[in-house]
């Protein structure tokens, strides 16, 4: 009875919802079910994850691996089919993707991808593929997240992973690194990173000369190019070819030392990524303003924050300093995400600065639109900080005043709006040589569309500037 009872309490439960972007893997799906994530496995998945277990403890144990544990035997009869195990994961609360990392993040995910891999290799294990979309953050820490792509390892075989690390890690670090472009709108349109193909035609010829590039990204994609265009593949050689683990290492190892080095010009310092220091305000204007922020977060609470326009972050920290436990950081600006990335790696603070064009959110996109999820479906916060942010979208890109307040309204339930007016230097410079055709970019306008939105808590004027903070609880 006591099991007919809870057959039916199953059956009654709510269904898992298969993770989009799991169907990859068809050995081992991944479901979002309730507040936690279930991983199933077939029998060789199985029989394959017992024998990395006690390392991938060992990875949980470091904090390099998102925890698992044995789903109740109950949570089986979810699944229909021949399904081995399953197992239960902590949910994360945002998933994060490589076109939204800074060139540091990305950086940092390359190297922790590749001494997970060094440190695989001594314990006889090794990973089944090089995707970025397995590393995910907490704060500016680094976690890997697909415990079936951990494989023993068998002597001999080759890199299969390579072209993939190449074209997800390292041709995006390069493609700045060597011609100072970021690497998001390209990453984005593709998915599947930066082609080698692509940006083998960007090199001159001096850099056919670099040991380095010809052997990781030039060959490879050349003899891709001859590959393809052959009306026959003699697939028999490549699978006859062996890689010594010697060898193997060695590869990994040059590519940490190689990611290791690279860099930005760091002369070519933006104007908004200076702008932390070398803004309108005065000191005494900008402690008001973080003093503002700081009684806002003790008196709501939040648990979350998003931090729209963060720059180097500082008012995130004024709100982790404050008693939030976790800010999410948004910018367009690269060297400005960079700077505020090495901050949160310097400080250990739960802070993760993200790229964000808000004129252009990422989108839904990939198979069935669904697999890669817009940044609407993933981020939410407890409250959102928008602070010198809402004129650059209506008066630098001519978003609508009304539309910038309902756009930010809608991350979180309550915040901190900042209103700057026209009289302001900064809006002055950006009507600077252009007609001026925002009749109604008023701070009259402003509040009307704020109060449509959500129940305005309180105003404050920062002292000696026309610059208005408003606090916001959303209308539900």
Same mark, same amino acid.
């Given at each position: 009875?006591?099991?007919?009872?809870?057959?039916?309490?199953?059956?009654?439960?709510?269904?898992?919802?298969?993770?989009?972007?799991?169907?990859?893997?068809?050995?081992?799906?991944?479901?979002?079910?309730?507040?936690?994530?279930?991983?199933?496995?077939?029998?060789?998945?199985?029989?394959?994850?017992?024998?990395?277990?006690?390392?991938?403890?060992?990875?949980?144990?470091?904090?390099?691996?998102?925890?698992?544990?044995?789903?109740?035997?109950?949570?089986?009869?979810?699944?229909?089919?021949?399904?081995?195990?399953?197992?239960?994961?902590?949910?994360?609360?945002?998933?994060?993707?490589?076109?939204?990392?800074?060139?540091?993040?990305?950086?940092?995910?390359?190297?922790?991808?590749?001494?997970?891999?060094?440190?695989?290799?001594?314990?006889?294990?090794?990973?089944?593929?090089?995707?970025?979309?397995?590393?995910?953050?907490?704060?500016?820490?680094?976690?890997?997240?697909?415990?079936?792509?951990?494989?023993?390892?068998?002597?001999?075989?080759? !890199?299969?992973? =390579? +072209?993939? &690390?190449?074209?997800?890690? #390292?041709?995006?670090? *390069?493609?700045? %690194?060597?011609?100072?472009? @970021?690497?998001?709108?390209?990453?984005?349109?593709?998915?599947?990173?930066?082609?080698?193909?692509?940006?083998?035609?960007?090199?001159?010829?001096?850099? !056919?000369?670099? =040991? +380095?590039? &010809?052997?990781?990204?030039? #060959?490879?994609?050349? *003899?891709?190019? %001859?590959?393809?265009?052959? @009306?026959?593949?003699?697939?028999?050689?490549?699978?006859?070819?062996?890689?010594?683990?010697?060898?193997?290492?060695?590869?990994?190892?040059?590519?940490?030392?190689?990611?290791?080095?690279?860099?930005?010009?760091?002369?070519?310092?933006?104007?908004?990524?200076?702008?932390?220091?070398?803004? @309108?305000?005065?000191?005494?204007?900008?402690?008001?303003?973080?003093?503002?922020?700081?009684?806002?977060?003790?008196?709501?609470?939040?648990?979350?924050?998003?931090?729209?326009?963060?720059?180097?972050?500082?008012?995130?920290?004024?709100?982790?300093?404050?008693?939030?436990?976790?800010?999410?950081?948004?910018?367009?600006?690269?060297?400005?995400?960079?700077?505020?990335?090495?901050?949160?790696?310097?400080?250990?603070?739960?802070?993760?600065?993200?790229?964000?064009?808000?004129?252009?959110?990422?989108?839904?996109?990939?198979?069935?639109?669904?697999?890669?999820?817009?940044?609407?479906?993933?981020?939410?916060?407890?409250?959102?900080?928008?602070?010198?942010?809402?004129?650059?979208?209506?008066?630098?890109?001519?978003?609508?005043?009304?539309?910038?307040?309902?756009?930010?309204?809608?991350?979180?339930?309550?915040?901190?709006?900042?209103?700057?007016?026209?009289?302001?230097?900064?809006?002055?410079?950006?009507?600077?040589?252009?007609?001026?055709?925002?009749?109604?970019?008023?701070?009259?306008?402003?509040?009307?569309?704020?109060?449509?939105?959500?129940?305005?808590?309180?105003?404050?004027?920062?002292?000696?500037?026309?610059?208005?903070?408003?606090?916001?609880?959303?209308?539900?």
């Amino acid at each position: 009875m006591a099991r007919m009872a809870e057959s039916k309490l199953v059956a009654a439960a709510p269904r898992p919802g298969r993770v989009a972007g799991s169907f990859r893997d068809p050995s081992g799906q991944v479901f979002h079910f309730q507040d936690r994530i279930l991983r199933t496995m077939d029998t060789a998945a199985a029989i394959e994850f017992a024998s990395a277990e006690r390392v991938m403890r060992q990875l949980v144990d470091e904090g390099r691996l998102v925890d698992f544990s044995d789903a109740e035997p109950s949570l089986h009869q979810l699944f229909q089919g021949s399904i081995a195990r399953v197992l239960q994961h902590p949910l994360l609360e945002q998933i994060t993707y490589p076109y939204e990392w800074s060139f540091a993040g990305l950086k940092a995910a390359a190297l922790f991808h590749l001494q997970l891999q060094l440190d695989l290799l001594d314990q006889g294990f090794c990973l089944s593929d090089a995707t970025a979309y397995n590393v995910q953050f907490e704060g500016s820490r680094p976690t890997f997240i697909d415990h079936l792509s951990i494989k023993p390892y068998r002597d001999g075989q080759l !890199w299969y992973g =390579h +072209k993939q &690390f190449c074209e997800q890690f #390292l041709v995006p670090l *390069l493609l700045r %690194s060597v011609f100072d472009i @970021t690497h998001h709108s390209w990453y984005r349109g593709n998915l599947e990173g930066v082609p080698s193909a692509d940006f083998v035609k960007l090199l001159s010829t001096r850099h !056919w000369f670099s =040991h +380095k590039l &010809f052997m990781h990204i030039i #060959l490879p994609a050349k *003899l891709q190019s %001859s590959r393809t265009s052959q @009306t026959k593949v003699d697939l028999g050689d490549s699978r006859a070819r062996r890689l010594p683990k010697d060898a193997f290492r060695a590869m990994l190892a040059q590519l940490y030392s190689w990611i290791s080095e690279l860099k930005v010009d760091v002369g070519k310092q933006s104007v908004w990524q200076g702008y932390a220091a070398n803004n @309108t305000y005065t000191a005494t204007q900008r402690s008001d303003k973080g003093q503002y922020v700081a009684e806002f977060v003790a008196q709501h609470k939040p648990r979350t924050i998003i931090d729209l326009g963060c720059n180097t972050g500082d008012f995130s920290y004024v709100a982790l300093e404050n008693g939030a436990e976790k800010a999410i950081g948004f910018d367009f600006d690269p060297h400005a995400l960079d700077a505020a990335f090495d901050r949160s790696v310097q400080t250990s603070q739960n802070f993760l600065p993200l790229y964000l064009d808000a004129r252009n959110p990422s989108p839904s996109q990939g198979w069935g639109e669904r697999e890669r999820q817009g940044f609407s479906s993933r981020f939410s916060a407890d409250a959102v900080l928008a602070l010198a942010f809402e004129h650059h979208l209506a008066i630098a890109h001519n978003v609508p005043l009304a539309e910038v307040v309902a756009w930010v309204t809608q991350v979180a339930p309550k915040g901190i709006i900042e209103f700057v007016p026209k009289e302001d230097e900064t809006v002055r410079r950006m009507l600077a040589g252009r007609e001026d055709i925002f009749s109604d970019y008023n701070e009259e306008t402003f509040a009307s569309a704020l109060s449509q939105k959500a129940r305005v808590v309180s105003k404050h004027l920062i002292p000696g500037s026309k610059r208005t903070l408003y606090t916001f609880e959303r209308s539900e």
